[in-house]
């Protein structure tokens, strides 16, 4: 299956096949998108899901531990380093 993903940031949508690591799919395609550790020990991949959320794979408890410290109280926040694409998305660098 096709999915897109929309980059707001950069104004780029690009299709690519369902069920990617998003680090994956920016090595390929560059992003503003910043992947320092990827691994859940930074923030440099903090992103805001605009549409779409549902399309992500599940938040994990490790994953929600830094956002509720990076993103109090943002339920769009996700780290990209952690997200896997199941369908259409937008997103942006959060701010």
Known sequence: MIVSINFEDNEKIIQVEANQQ???VCDEHPSFILFGCRNIACETCLI???NGME????VMEEE???LD???PGNPNAR???Q???KG???IRVAN
């Open 22 to 24: 998003l680090t994956k």
């Open 79 to 81: 780290l990209g380093c």
């Open 64 to 66: 929600q531990r830094l």
């Open 69 to 71: 410290l990076l993103a």
């Open 88 to 90: 259409d998305i937008c």
């Open 48 to 50: 805001e899901v605009v």
């Open 55 to 58: 399309n992500l794979a599940s």
């Open 83 to 85: 997200c896997v694409i």
